[in-house]
């Protein structure tokens, strides 16, 4: 514990386990490789070469680094999955779902504070505010229809066992052309996301000096001490 020179006192709290970063870390990078090769499958750039066109291969490149990506990003989001089962307080999935009061209200003070800047000062929360909780549930549900849709389409050009399980989704979403299409709707989605989501981590970093950004490379948050008593 340490004191500032204003005289408040802060508890240095180990929040984000080694298991969280890596997933938050792994997924960043997965993500943003899947937005840019998405893109450019469903966009192909009309790039011409000297040579004959059996000779390049840019495009099959792009589709496999993203195929690449889209089983590790899958895999890796099945992990945090589990660590909602078993990891710390500030990992578990009832953060992220508001079935209590206390989260509803906390919610409402985030938006008054955070959307609304009707309250210059709201509640701290030591993990995920019960907002930002909420949306993080949210976009889950967006990682799980994307894996969905995203080997529903690879179905149709493996012979892989793993690809197969997802094939009757085609059929169920009305064919290929309406599964590619939400597919790459989706992917606006997750470039609305990080927009949001980085200027949010930059304003509580700045407004709140807790350590919000670097909290999710070193995993320890610091908190006033009569924050980490109330909670």
Same mark, same amino acid.
Request: some cysteine; charged content about 15%; overall charge positive.
């Given at each position: 514990?340490?004191?500032?020179?204003?005289?408040?006192?802060?508890?240095?709290?180990?929040?984000?386990?080694?298991?969280?970063? $890596?997933?938050?870390?792994?997924?960043?990078?997965?993500?943003?490789?899947?937005?840019?090769?998405?893109?450019?499958?469903?966009?192909?750039?009309?790039?011409?070469?000297?040579?004959?066109?059996?000779?390049?291969?840019?495009?099959?490149?792009?589709?496999?680094?993203? #195929?690449?990506?889209?089983?590790?990003? $899958?895999?890796?989001?099945?992990?945090?999955?589990?660590?909602?089962?078993?990891?710390?307080?500030?990992?578990?999935?009832?953060? $992220?779902?508001?079935?209590?009061?206390?989260?509803?209200?906390?919610?409402?003070?985030?938006?008054?504070?955070?959307?609304?800047?009707?309250?210059?000062?709201?509640?701290?929360?030591?993990?995920?505010?019960?907002?930002?909780?909420?949306?993080? $549930?949210?976009?889950?549900?967006?990682?799980?229809?994307?894996?969905?849709?995203? #080997?529903?389409?690879?179905?149709?050009?493996?012979?892989?066992?793993?690809?197969?399980?997802?094939?009757?989704?085609?059929?169920?979403?009305?064919?290929?052309?309406?599964?590619?299409?939400?597919?790459?709707?989706?992917?606006?989605? #997750?470039?609305?996301?990080?927009?949001?989501?980085?200027?949010?981590?930059?304003?509580?970093?700045?407004?709140?000096?807790?350590?919000?950004?670097?909290?999710?490379?070193?995993?320890?948050?610091?908190?006033?001490?009569?924050?980490?008593?109330?909670?």
């Amino acid at each position: 514990m340490a004191t500032t020179s204003t005289g408040v006192a802060y508890r240095r709290v180990y929040v984000w386990q080694l298991p969280v970063r $890596f997933y938050h870390w792994l997924n960043a990078l997965c993500v943003a490789v899947l937005i840019v090769t998405g893109y450019l499958i469903g966009n192909p750039l009309a790039i011409s070469y000297s040579t004959e066109a059996y000779q390049q291969y840019w495009f099959g490149t792009v589709r496999f680094v993203h #195929f690449v990506a889209a089983f590790i990003f $899958f895999f890796n989001f099945m992990v945090r999955i589990y660590w909602g089962f078993v990891g710390n307080q500030y990992a578990r999935w009832e953060n $992220f779902i508001p079935f209590r009061k206390a989260q509803w209200r906390e919610i409402l003070e985030v938006l008054k504070v955070d959307v609304l800047q009707a309250k210059i000062k709201g509640l701290i929360s030591i993990g995920h505010n019960a907002l930002a909780g909420v949306t993080y $549930f949210l976009s889950f549900l967006a990682f799980l229809f994307q894996s969905l849709t995203g #080997f529903a389409l690879y179905s149709s050009m493996s012979d892989s066992f793993f690809p197969r399980l997802f094939a009757w989704i085609v059929p169920l979403m009305g064919g290929d052309f309406a599964v590619r299409q939400w597919h790459h709707l989706f992917l606006w989605f #997750f470039v609305v996301f990080i927009i949001v989501h980085m200027y949010l981590v930059f304003y509580h970093d700045y407004i709140e000096g807790r350590g919000t950004t670097s909290s999710m490379v070193g995993g320890w948050k610091f908190e006033r001490e009569d924050v980490f008593r109330e909670q």
